[in-house]
């Protein structure tokens, strides 16, 4: 009875000593804001951030670093170019957009909920001279299925022809793997490089409207120091499934043995060989990889003034890799041989392994054109 009293009286006091410690935090804030690393967040990309309390005895502390205080004690509102993807106590995350050319901050703005008068508002500068990639690559060849496990050959009968065991089956062979299917090639894809004007940072960046031909488009906009990638590859061939396991043979059935004359069994004087264990079935062979899709053709279409930039623009179009060629099957092993009185049959041979399959031809790689545009 003691020790319960003991461990309420001590969580009860781990309350209150949290409680207290937390109202003291609370009563000695003088201002806080959010912190972050670097100067701003990068166009499309996520980045952690955390809140800073500046204390009156001239501490500062920090919602990741041990403060009793953190997110969930305020209301915040974000607007802009941007959004909140996650929130705990002591960390915020949030995603800035792509297209954040005329709005190229994301706003926030935060009050307490006990104490109404600690606020601020803040607003993140989004950047966009980094290193950005749009993929358009074709899907990659499913895989072959693995083929069937050979049935077991059935067991020799007993006695079955002058006292002697039958022979036992062959396993059958193992069943083919399938071939794998071939990669998808790339569709053609028009990517466009205009200017446009940043007026925050008294510049221009490169507008990349990337589409396909059938006017599906997505944007990214480039600082004059960033680049891009365009990835447009074949699909990779599927790879080939592998053979099936033979199957096993069967036991040769048992030969007859002589047995004693008694007076309640009349005996028998018969004796005669086991059969033999049946050959184990061949493996099945491996299935083929499938070929390789082909890149896709980029068209760059520039503006004049984009000219310089065309050099930023990084084409990826190599053809699929084959599949790889599917494993042959396992051989089936022989099966055991019967018993008889004369003696036992022979042990079936084991059957062959599957032949391996084909590996799959590589795709060709896209071609890359630059026209001017305007």
């Keep these: 009875m003691v020790k319960p009293l003991l461990l309420s009286l001590f969580i009860g006091l781990s309350i209150s000593s949290f409680s207290m410690r937390k109202k003291k935090q609370l009563e000695m804030i003088e201002n806080c804001k959010i912190v972050y690393n670097g ?23 920090y919602s990741n670093k041990g403060c009793k205080l953190g997110f969930k004690d305020f209301k915040i509102k974000i607007w802009g170019s941007g959004k909140q993807t996650w929130r705990s106590k002591r960390r915020l995350q949030l995603k800035s957009f792509y297209n954040a050319i005329h709005d190229p901050y994301i706003h926030i703005k935060a009050s307490m909920i006990e104490r109404p008068d600690v606020k601020f508002e803040m607003a ?11 993929g358009f690559n074709a899907r990659t060849g499913s895989d072959g299925t693995a083929g069937r496990r050979g049935s077991k050959g059935h067991c020799g009968k007993a006695d079955f022809s002058r006292g002697n065991g ?21 569709d053609r894809v028009n990517v466009y490089l205009t200017m446009v004007d940043f007026p925050r940072d008294n510049t221009e960046l490169v ?34 499934g592998k053979g099936g396991v033979g199957g096993n043979g069967g036991r040769g059935g ?13 005996g028998c004087d018969r004796e005669g060989w086991g059969g033999n264990g049946g050959r184990g079935g061949d493996g099945g062979y491996g299935g083929n990889g499938g070929d390789g899709g082909n890149g896709g053709d980029v068209y760059i279409y520039y503006e004049e003034r984009a000219r310089f930039f065309t050099d930023q623009v990084k084409v990826y179009n190599s053809g699929g890799n ?25 042990r079936g041979g084991s059957g062959n392994c599957g032949n391996r399959g084909r590996a799959g031809n590589h795709g060709q790689s896209g071609h890359v054109y630059f026209k001017v545009w305007k």
């Excluded at 989004?126 to 749009?134: A, D, K, P, Q, V």
């Excluded at 039958?166 to 790339?186: C, I, L, P």
């Excluded at 048992?254 to 009349?266: K, S, V």
Aim: hydrophobic share 25%; glycine share 26%.
């Design 254 to 266: 048992d030969g007859a043995f002589a047995t004693p004359r008694t007076e309640d069994n009349p």
């Design 322 to 346: 084959g599949g790889s060629a599917g494993r042959g099957g396992a051989a089936g092993k022989g099966g055991n041989a019967g018993r008889g009185g004369k003696g036992c049959g022979n």
């Design 39 to 61: 100067n701003g967040i990068l166009a499309g990309n996520s980045m952690n951030s955390w809140m800073q309390f500046d204390l009156n005895n001239g501490e500062t502390v």
């Design 166 to 186: 039958e022979n036992g089956y062959w396993g059958d062979r193992g069943g083919s793997g399938r071939d794998g299917y071939h990669g998808r090639s790339a």
């Design 124 to 134: 993140i500068p989004i950047n966009f001279n980094g290193h950005f990639s749009l």
């Design 207 to 240: 507008k990349v409207e990337a589409c396909y031909t059938n006017g599906k488009c997505w944007t990214r906009y480039i600082g004059q120091s960033g680049s891009i990638k365009i990835h447009n590859n074949g699909g990779n061939g599927g790879d080939g």
